[in-house]
């Protein structure tokens, strides 16, 4: 493309709030044949909500469950986190300081409080450390079908509860996919969280094909797993998990809102945080190639 037909497209997408950062993302953008969607904060808001508080072991009450979840996760920056810890902040439940605080990527989070162990986080958490979950896995299982992440807690290597939190989808994921898949793009979900969840979503904004329980640094070999099927690769994302994808993609889009670390590793920023961003990004790549010929 000349460089003017080039500046005239970067101008067009910035009015419908699409900054483009080199104009050979712009060229690229219309030969993307797959696009990649993060789930978090992408297609759904990313301002998860505590929705149901399971007590499996009777000498605990509700709000010490919640003060334990919040008390270990006030040292973690997951938007999960986030909402256990407003959860309890709504209840004006005060925090515990708790001990040798860990993280554990892709499982969830690791700490010590009055001299017991907490354990907060995913199935594969559990797992890990022998936790019994007997018939809890299947009233996890059920919170996952209606599109909520269920996470559980252990206090010194036992099942003390499961806290769900559900994610609102964006108001207009469900027609920026549509409109998406309009134009032949295979459109593929990619998330860390459970494969019910993951899939419930899915169904509810029309997406097929979903790779869920990927690992933060599995996530860049989904993309290059579709280009070697010689697919033209767009990945969208929002979080620093999301940052190696974003950067391998032909084209990686992020969300405005997002963290600075997906926006600085993606070609193309959606300042409205809304998916029909990618669409409109597309259409300005086609018209601006079509000027050239
Ligand atoms: P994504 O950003 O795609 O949701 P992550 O790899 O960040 O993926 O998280 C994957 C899963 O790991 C979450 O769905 C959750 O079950 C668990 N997890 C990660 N971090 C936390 C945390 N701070 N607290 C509880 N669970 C967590
Ligand atoms: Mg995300």
Redesign the pocket.
Known sequence: ATPMSVMVGVGKAAEAGVLIRNGEALQTASKVTAMIL???GTITEGAPKVTDIIVADESYSEDFILTVAASI?SG?E?P??QAIVDSAIEQNIELENTTDFQ?I?????KAMLNGQQLL???QKLMLKHSIALNGYVNKAQALAYKAK?P?YLAIDNKLAAIIAVSDPIKSDSIAAIKRLQAIGIRVVML????RATANAVAKQVGITEVFAEV??EDKSNKVADLQAQGEIVGMTGD?I?DAPALALANVGFAIGTGTDVAIESADITLMRGSLHGLSDAIAVSKATLRNIK
């Open positions: 993060d789930k978090t996760e973690s997951h999960l986190a993280a990527a892709g499982h969830g989070v907060f986080g995913n992440t996470m998330t860390g969280d459970n690992l933060p979080g998990n």
